[in-house]
């Protein structure tokens, strides 16, 4: 078995970043940028309003003081008239800031007389205020999202603040996904009493689509060569292609003996893990093979912590590792064997702090265990005991609850 650790290195050094292409702006989302944006305006692009008001020279207000309104100014108007002494022009948020201007009184603070003809200033003010000056965001040329950034909602606002209709990111993997098991039968079967439903494939796609939207399940297969091994050559036209099941040490795990056969070349496959000790990655030219155990929360957690930053890596991510938060166990844990564990469990916030629990479950067979967790709590190999109040590291795998 090699640990944790020196596995996921092997998987990251065996995943290569895609190559980059050109998509339009409104498909970018979830992607990486394969290379740096630079701004081609000044932002804001002019002295801008940030308050509803009267633009005035600050050194005129000497509250109170009544100024004559020359103009009124909204956004998207180029203001025709320049600001003299004792004079005001009324402004919308976002206009441009009239020459002459040097500060913007907050319409609370002023009342307007003579039918908006003109204006008393109730309060003093400073030169500066409530003006976003032009440029003070950002420069022209100055570069606004670097290479590798994922192209969240406000990425793409940025993207399209500075024109780019159509941006360079880094492909995507297409991920297939077999089942493997005589027990298995399709979701839309009731099983006989030695039979299971095939859940494995669409939680295995569901985790993939969280990342990539290339992502097929390429079906179900008994424990026969022949059977696996048709599939599996299909399963090689993919980037990545992920088996649940059939690798373990019984007489009818054979995915291994399969994937050999087909010259795949094989990297590792038991980690010091659990729940997913047999655990097998390996490579047929430029695809990637990810067989993982059959029962689903160590199917789950293997895909988390090997295939998941694979996929980032592929994709241009420039970190790949689940966030950790540290927090306060609130029960005592007793440890299982000598190998990094990962138990399904519950965060919730409490002052300022973390507590976690672990949700009652039964072993790596039990998904309905998942369903209570949001992420997985982190037993070290050193560990002996852990105690209610140690703090512990939990790795997030799904938005708090």
């Given amino acids: ?11 990251l050094r065996k995943g290569k970043k895609l190559p980059p292409k050109k998509v339009k702006l409104e498909d970018s989302a979830g992607l990486c940028l394969a290379e740096g944006i630079k701004s081609d305006l000044n932002m804001p692009p002019f002295n ?58 907050k319409v609370e603070e002023t009342k307007a007389l003579d ?8 309060k003093k003010t400073e030169k500066g205020a409530n003006i976003a000056r032009k440029g003070e965001d950002v420069r022209v040329g100055k570069t606004v999202l670097p290479k590798g950034t994922k192209i969240r909602a406000q990425e793409t606002g940025i993207l399209a603040a500075v024109g780019k209709s159509n941006v360079t990111v880094y492909s995507t993997p297409s991920i297939g996904i077999i089942s493997t098991g005589d027990e298995l039968v399709d979701i839309a079967r009731k099983p006989k009493p030695w039979q299971i439903r095939n859940s494995n494939s669409y939680s295995l796609a569901a985790q993939a689509r969280q990342i990539v939207k290339d992502v097929e399940i390429l079906g179900r297969v ?8 048709k599939l599996i050559q299909k399963g090689l036209k993919k980037d990545i292609l992920i088996l649940s099941g059939g690798v373990s040490m019984g007489e ?9 056969d087909l010259g795949v070349k094989i990297f590792f496959e038991k980690v010091a893990l659990r729940p997913g000790k047999p655990t097998v990655f390996g490579m047929k030219g430029d ?15 293997t895909f988390e912590l090997f295939v998941k930053p694979c996929v980032k890596k592929m994709m241009g991510y420039t970190s790949y590792e689940h966030p950790i938060i540290h927090a306060e166990l609130e029960k005592a844990i007793n440890m299982k064997k000598k190998r990094r564990e990962y138990r399904p469990a519950l965060l919730k916030q409490e002052g300022t702090g ?35 109040g140690d703090m512990v590291e939990v790795m997030l795998t799904d938005g708090l609850l």
Wanted: aromatic share 6%; net charge neutral; charged share 25%.
């Fill in 354 to 388: 973390w507590k976690v629990s672990l949700v009652d479950w039964h072993g790596s067979g039990d998904l309905f265990s998942l369903t209570g967790a949001n992420g997985l709590l982190i037993i070290n190999e050193s560990v002996e005991k852990l105690n209610a």
């Fill in 48 to 105: 801008r309003s940030a308050m509803d008001g009267y633009a005035v020279i600050a050194k005129d207000i000497k509250p109170p003081v009544e100024l004559e309104v020359i103009e009124s100014i909204r956004a998207g108007y180029n203001p025709k008239k320049k600001i003299g002494r004792g004079q005001a022009s009324k402004i919308m948020t976002g206009a441009v800031v009239p020459d002459g201007a040097d500060a913007v009184i």
């Fill in 287 to 301: 695809k990637l093979i990810f067989a993982l155990p059959g029962n689903p929360v160590s199917t789950f957690v």
């Fill in 115 to 122: 039918g908006d003809k003109k204006v008393r200033i109730l």
């Fill in 1 to 11: 078995m090699i640990s944790v650790d020196e596995a996921l290195k092997i998987v």
């Fill in 222 to 229: 008994n424990d026969k060569k022949s059977e696996i091994r």
């Fill in 252 to 260: 009818y795990d054979l995915v291994g003996e399969v994937l050999l």
